[in-house]
Nanobody, 115 residues
Framework: QVYLRESGGDLVQAGGSLRLSCAAS????????MNWYRQAPGQQRELVAR???????NYADSAKGRFTISRDNARNTVRLQMNSLKDEDTARYYC?????????WGQGTQVTVSS
């Protein structure tokens, strides 16, 4: 059973920082691409950042220069460091991976940025 559990969401002031974590189980974590998505109310879920098994990273334009995705294969954990947070970063953030051609999601963690 694949299980993803996010943590670290909080209420933060604009300009502040947060670090999200996602603990994975049920997969050979080190070979999997791991993704962070977010979904704001009334909007579609969007990809924020991706990290491949070799450590290569991709970012949405909105995240470039402010967010950093990283992985700790020893702890089966993927993290998202978010700096210089803006109001528009307010959303529920989800961890995602694909296993046997099927997507798996965590329950999400809420990030709220207040100005």
């Amino acid at each position: 059973q694949v299980y993803l559990r996010e943590s670290g969401g909080d209420l933060v002031q604009a300009g502040g920082s947060l670090r999200l974590s996602c603990a994975a189980s049920g997969i050979n974590f080190k070979i999997h691409t791991m993704n962070w998505y977010r979904q704001a109310p009334g909007q579609q879920r969007e990809l924020v950042a991706r990290i491949f098994s070799n450590g290569t990273t991709n970012y949405a334009d909105s995240a470039k220069g402010r967010f950093t995705i990283s992985r700790d294969n020893a702890r089966n954990t993927v993290r998202l460091q978010m700096n210089s947070l803006k109001d528009e970063d307010t959303a529920r953030y989800y961890c995602n991976t694909n296993y046997k051609a099927r997507p798996y999601w965590g329950q999400g963690t809420q990030v709220t940025v207040s100005s």
